[in-house]
């Protein structure tokens, strides 16, 4: 019963996700105007706003335009009401959890704009940076010098990619993974730079194969960032202690 709240909170949440990835890059208020078609700006009924119902029913379509909507809006929705889920089944009904789900939205909204505008905005990343320090304060799981070294040791990672390369690694990347330091201490934060390489190495090869990439295409790193600190979260500690165990 609570797995399915948590989910459709999940789907609520994402809704509202959604609105963030289409206005916080357009520097628009999250609150006004109330939801509007990005096609015909006609103010969209509550009908219309239904998390994945409204989309099913419309048939993607906008009600007054009939313009086709993406199926990020609806990917979203569900992504964020099963991952909500997923932490749920891990962590069970802890502050851990709900320190989770926030981590989680956050992911969420920065991969999708960085995947559509190839930009890590520091509106989100001051706010992401902030959130890690209060939910700190409830539960102070990680110590003060863990997340200052996690931040430094994580950004400084990806400054010196970014020197080395001229560039090959954006600013966005450098703060992101210094954000993410705070929320996840040393350990983990070094679990997610090694994972976001292997995912970003991967991932860029099976696009290359697949013809959706040429080899000098910019493809934006933070959605590999974002999935490994997703993974270092939930599955951390496993990976790590798997890993020195591992026989040699
Ligand atoms: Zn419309």
């Known amino acids: 019963?609570?797995?399915?709240?948590?989910?459709?909170?999940?789907?609520?949440?994402?809704?509202?996700?959604?609105?963030?990835i289409d206005r916080i890059p357009l520097k628009q208020s999250l609150i006004r105007p109330r939801s509007y078609c990005m096609a015909c700006k006609e103010p969209l009924p509550?009908?219309?706003?239904?998390p994945v119902i409204s989309f099913l029913l419309l048939r993607r379509r906008c009600r007054?335009?009939?313009?086709?909507?993406?199926?990020?809006?609806?990917?979203?929705?569900?992504?964020?009401?099963?991952?909500?889920?997923?932490?749920?089944?891990i962590l069970g009904v802890t502050l851990a959890c709900s320190k989770a789900l926030i981590l989680t939205s956050f992911l969420i909204?920065?991969?999708?704009?960085?995947?559509?505008?190839q930009l890590i905005l520091?509106?989100?990343?001051?706010?992401?940076?902030?959130?890690?320090?209060?939910?700190?304060?409830?539960?102070?799981?990680?110590?003060?010098?863990?997340?200052?070294?996690?931040a430094v040791a994580g950004g400084g990672i990806f400054l010196v990619i970014a020197v080395i390369t001229r560039g090959g690694m954006g600013g966005g990347d450098?703060?992101?993974?210094?954000?993410l330091g705070l929320w996840l201490g040393f350990k983990l934060t070094m679990l997610t730079v090694f994972l976001?390489?292997?995912?970003?190495?991967?991932?860029?090869?099976?696009?290359?194969?697949?013809?959706?990439?040429?080899?000098?295409?910019?493809?934006?790193?933070?959605?590999?960032?974002?999935a490994s600190a997703w993974i270092s979260l939930l599955y951390g500690e496993q990976l790590i202690i798997w890993y020195l165990y591992i026989p040699q």
Not at 1 to 11: H, I, Q
Not at 46 to 50: F, Y
Not at 126 to 147: H, K, Q, R, T, Y
């Open 1 to 20: 019963m609570l797995s399915l709240l948590l989910f459709l909170a999940g789907l609520i949440v994402g809704s509202f996700l959604n609105i963030c």
């Open 46 to 50: 509550v009908q219309d706003i239904l």
């Open 64 to 89: 007054f335009c009939a313009a086709l909507l993406s199926w990020r809006y609806i990917g979203v929705e569900l992504l964020t009401g099963c991952l909500f889920i997923w932490c749920y089944f």
């Open 109 to 117: 909204c920065i991969t999708f704009i960085d995947l559509r505008h």
């Open 122 to 150: 520091d509106k989100i990343l001051v706010w992401f940076a902030a959130l890690a320090v209060i939910s700190n304060l409830f539960e102070p799981v990680l110590s003060c010098g863990d997340m200052v070294s996690a």
């Open 174 to 179: 450098i703060k992101f993974v210094a954000a």
């Open 196 to 226: 976001a390489f292997l995912l970003g190495g991967l991932g860029g090869l099976l696009l290359i194969i697949a013809g959706l990439k040429k080899r000098k295409d910019f493809i934006p790193f933070g959605p590999f960032i974002a």
